[in-house]
T-cell receptor, first 112, second 113 residues
Framework: DAGITQSPRHKVTETGTPVTLRCHQT?????MYWYRQDPGHGLRLIHY???????DKGEVSDGYSVSRSKTEDFLLTLESATSSQTSVYFC???????????FGPGTRLTVL | QKEVEQNSGPLSVPEGAIASLNCTYSDRVSQSFFWYRQYSGKSPELIMSIYSNGDKEDGRFTAQLNKASQYVSLLIRDSQPSDSATYLCAVNLVGSGTYKYIFGTGTRLKVLA
């Protein structure tokens, strides 16, 4: 357990509203990742960070932005939520290199 | 397109049997390979990592890697009903000094009591 928390754990929102999900880690890992998980698609990378203020896009980044102002926090923002963004969102952290990553408990987001 | 492929299952095995889960990947430069277990409604949990060709054993779990064939597998010996879960294969990608992971869609395992 890498000491990763996510907030909120559940959220229901309406189409067009902004949403921010937070990931907080206590392991001082350099890398942090945001994934979404949908039936039939598995885990897909949205954005990741390789250091404070250093971020890059993943395979499904459209409609999402991220920020990392300090090592322990990584925020995922949906500027204007759409129903297609209804999903379970997982944060993960890792020390980088070829080593494993560890997952947070997830956030279930429903966009009506 | 770098891919990781798994049979979605479900793979059903009787209690006490060996469960064999397979994964193929397309990126030849991948350096590390992982198996995660995910129970329904929960987050993925790391159970095995493997970095070099051959077998790696940890308790009832054995990971096997064949880089020439781009193939990684997970064997679960003496399967228990508590092993019923979805097993995700993940491959580490290295590019431009950063590290990302590609996941397969997972194989659902059902161990029948």
């Amino acid at each position: 357990d890498a000491g990763i928390t996510q907030s909120p754990r559940h959220k229901v929102t309406e189409t067009g509203t902004p949403v921010t999900l937070r990931c907080h880690q206590t392991e001082n890992h350099r890398y942090m990742y945001w994934y979404r998980q949908d039936p039939g698609h598995g885990l897909r990378l949205i954005h990741y960070s390789y250091g404070v203020k250093d971020t890059d896009k993943g395979e499904v980044s459209d409609g999402y932005s991220v920020s990392r102002s300090k090592t322990e926090d990584f925020l995922l923002t949906l500027e204007s939520a759409t129903s297609s963004q209804t999903s379970v969102y997982f944060c993960a952290t890792g020390s980088g290199g070829i080593d494993e990553q560890f997952f947070g408990p997830g956030t279930r987001l429903t966009v009506l | 397109q770098k891919e990781v492929e798994q049979n979605s299952g479900p793979l059903s095995v009787p209690e006490g049997a060996i469960a064999s889960l397979n994964c193929t990947y397309s990126d030849r430069v991948s350096q590390s390979f992982f198996w995660y277990r995910q129970y329904s409604g929960k987050s993925p949990e790391l159970i095995m990592s493997i970095y070099s060709n051959g077998d790696k054993e940890d308790g009832r779990f054995t990971a096997q890697l064949n880089k020439a064939s781009q193939y990684v597998s997970l064997l679960i010996r003496d399967s228990q009903p508590s092993d019923s879960a979805t097993y995700l294969c993940a491959v580490n990608l290295v590019g431009s000094g950063t590290y990302k992971y590609i996941f397969g869609t997972g194989t659902r395992l059902k161990v029948l009591a």
